[in-house]
């Protein structure tokens, strides 16, 4: 009679400790057969119905859809603010899905950027600032970030980096917005309606810049959108009808 090992623990709540889970064929962001409900009884949603996306570092995908079809769940679950009822979700090759809450919220430090539709910036704080700040929170161990003037610089917004948001244009906030979240070298960049508050001329630099830095610098970024004038910038494109999601290119 042979003797079989135990299964290895789960993870414990309280733990923050991120199993080495890490391949070469997982980089960037991956997620296999995911669903997600909301809401109890009748009143049940299927927010993600079996929603398999890979997205390779340096490339930008994006999703389209109508309002309701699940692409804000989506973003939630793959930037580790929602656990997922099925499927499993892995960033940088670290299965989010197998750790307790306290390691996403480390994971989402080292390894997840995201961008707001209004920038989400501080009004206090300056554009350099803005840059600063995230940094700060770096673990001592984690790789020490990019240069925030610098940065600035490769979005256009040297010029801008003692100004306050009020006196930023929409434009100028989504730039310094995307430079907050590439600020600490994400993994995954997770950009929701970068383009919503601004002309056509705007959002193409908007997400022709998206584009570029995440080619640049090897970020798996996913971009939410309604607007598909921007979408000839995009590597891949996906569209997603009541929690399914299809590729379109």
């Known amino acids: 009679m042979t003797s079989q090992a135990a299964p290895a623990p789960g993870p414990r709540e309280?733990?923050?400790?991120?199993?080495d889970r890490r391949?070469?064929?997982h980089e960037g962001l991956?997620?296999?057969?995911?669903?997600?409900q909301h809401g109890d009884g009748s009143e049940t949603v299927q927010?993600?119905?079996d929603v398999d996306l890979a997205v390779r570092p340096g490339e930008l995908a994006a999703i389209v859809g109508p309002s309701g079809a699940g692409k804000s769940s989506l973003l939630a679950v793959?930037?580790?603010l929602a656990t997922p009822d099925?499927?499993?979700?892995t960033v940088a090759g670290i299965d989010i899905t197998a750790v307790g809450a306290r390691a996403r919220a480390k994971l989402r430090r080292e390894h997840i950027g995201f961008v707001f539709q209004s920038g989400n910036l501080i009004p206090a704080l300056t554009a350099l600032d803005q840059l600063r700040l995230p940094l700060r929170f770096r673990p001592r161990r984690a790789r020490s970030g990019r240069d925030p003037m610098k940065l600035l610089a490769d979005v256009g917004m040297a010029d801008k980096a003692g100004r306050h948001p009020h006196r930023l244009s929409g434009g100028e906030r989504q730039r310094v917005g995307i430079a907050r979240a590439l600020v600490t070298e994400p993994s995954v960049l997770?950009?929701?309606e970068p383009t919503a508050a601004l002309d056509r001329a705007r959002s193409h630099e908007i997400v022709r810049l998206l584009a570029r830095e995440a080619g640049q610098h090897g970020v798996a970024a996913v971009m939410v959108t309604h607007d598909h004038d921007v979408l000839e910038h995009c590597d891949t494109v996906y569209e997603m009808?009541?929690?399914r999601l299809t590729a379109l290119t």
Do not use: F, K, Y
């Open 14 to 19: 309280g733990d923050t400790s991120t199993p």
């Open 23 to 25: 391949t070469p064929d």
């Open 30 to 36: 991956v997620m296999t057969g995911v669903c997600l």
């Open 47 to 49: 927010a993600l119905d």
């Open 78 to 80: 793959a930037g580790g």
């Open 86 to 89: 099925r499927g499993t979700v």
């Open 190 to 192: 997770l950009v929701d």
């Open 241 to 243: 009808v009541d929690g």
